[in-house]
């Protein structure tokens, strides 16, 4: 495969161009080679790195955890722990936020079931967000 631009490397990782070059700018991409006319010139190996990317970031890593996960890959002859642990972190952030919003979604349903066809002076969801006490969950 010959060099790409940023546009087609664009296209073809899912990766918008000010995200590429700004991937670029905190060093999770190296910077590729210039053209003559001073375009960027990306490799099959640089669309893998940013699909790569874009898929982390997708499962919600953050940026220096992508960085960790880019440097094991980098060396793949290393143990997994350190990538084992970071997607562990991740599942129990994960996890918590389904509890957060199955709260969420408790408390909405609450709030659609006592409000019915009423008046706003007798309406549930304006008398719960008026007065956090009246939540039914505490956390969310």
């Not at 995200?19 to 910077?31: A, D």
């Not at 790195?49 to 220096?64: P, Q, V």
């Not at 706003?120 to 007065?131: G, H, P, S, Y």
């Amino acid at each position: 495969m010959k060099k790409i631009t940023i546009g087609d490397a664009a296209r073809k990782s899912g990766v918008k161009v000010p995200t590429i070059r700004y991937y670029e700018s905190i060093g999770l991409l190296v910077p590729p080679d210039r053209s003559e006319g001073n375009q960027r010139c990306y490799e099959p190996s640089d669309l893998r790195r940013l699909s790569f990317i874009r898929h982390a970031r997708e499962l919600g890593f953050d940026i220096d955890a992508i960085r960790t996960l880019l440097t094991l890959q980098d060396d793949p002859h290393q143990s997994c722990a350190s990538a084992d642990g970071i997607a562990k972190a991740r599942l129990i952030e994960v996890e918590q936020r389904i509890r957060s919003l199955t709260a969420l979604k408790g408390e909405l349903e609450l709030m659609v079931e006592g409000c019915g066809h009423g008046r706003v002076e007798q309406c549930r969801v304006i008398e719960v967000l008026a007065d956090h006490s009246q939540c039914a969950h505490v956390h969310h």
